[in-house]
């Protein structure tokens, strides 16, 4: 799929990135973009590069050499504050390691968006925070419960509640079902991506589980559009 450049969500051009002291750079890719409210599945082999490139697309990292744009901001032009503001306020991201802060209560934790965004905070509220939750299969009984006393399937869901309250413009999801069943997997997919479309949510989904593939109208191999296609090196 083509996506111009003036109708793009996220628009990266010409990408380097090699992390501190590496020969060689990690990600080398000429041209990647994403259309808004578009889902796309991304894969590829451990080592590819795949959650460095979700990292860069949300400006948790920045490149030094190339563009990496969203909503038509280029992540490098900001600096502190103002790039941790942009991406609380257009981006929820739904971290591999989860990211949650385990002393807060499961609620609070995924009204910490809103705490943080005044857009976010429009678009959201505690009401919109409880379906996402109840949709997710997390009983109200566990909403007051401090994160850490939770199982890792359980977090992985409050984490994902997190990344979709305030209805964000991008979802990036890092290996988000790795700790779920099959049957939780199938339930948490049927949320996240409901919710996306509903919300008009552009979702860029990465998992090694290829059997999810075929619910995303695009799938994109990373090793296909990255040029130093290094496998086994970098995350």
């Known amino acids: 799929m083509s996506v111009d450049a003036a109708d793009a969500l996220i628009d990266v051009r010409a990408l380097r990135f090699a992390w501190p002291g590496a020969a060689a750079p990690c990600l080398d890719i000429d041209h990647f973009a994403v259309a808004p409210g ?23 990292l920045v490149a030094r050499e190339g ?28 971290f591999q390691q989860f990211n949650l802060l385990p002393y807060l209560s499961v609620m609070d934790n995924v009204l910490l968006p809103l705490r943080f965004s005044a857009r976010r905070r429009a678009q959201g509220s505690r009401a919109q925070a409880e379906e996402l939750l109840a949709r997710m299969g997390l009983a109200p009984a566990l909403w007051s419960r401090p994160a850490l006393q939770l199982s890792v399937g359980q977090q992985q869901r409050v984490a994902a509640a997190r990344a979709l309250v305030g209805r964000p413009e991008l979802v990036i999801a890092d290996e988000p079902t790795s700790a779920l069943d099959e049957d939780s997997r199938d ?36 090793p296909g559009i990255n040029r130093a296609a290094t496998v086994g090196v970098n995350p």
Do not use: N
């Not at 032009?77 to 991406?87: E, I, K, N, P, Y």
């Not at 996306?196 to 990373?222: E, M, N």
């Open 38 to 60: 578009e889902a796309v599945f991304l894969h590829g082999p451990s080592g590819s590069g795949k959650s460095t490139l979700l990292s860069l697309l949300a400006g948790v």
């Open 67 to 94: 563009q990496v744009r969203l909503r038509g901001q280029d992540w490098a032009r900001l600096r502190g504050s103002t790039r941790d503001a942009h991406r609380v306020a257009h981006v929820g991201y739904i």
């Open 187 to 222: 339930a948490f997919l049927d949320v996240l991506m409901q919710a996306c479309g509903a919300h008009g949510s552009a979702l860029v989904f990465v998992s090694h589980d290829r059997r999810i593939a075929a619910r995303f109208a695009r799938q994109v191999l990373l």
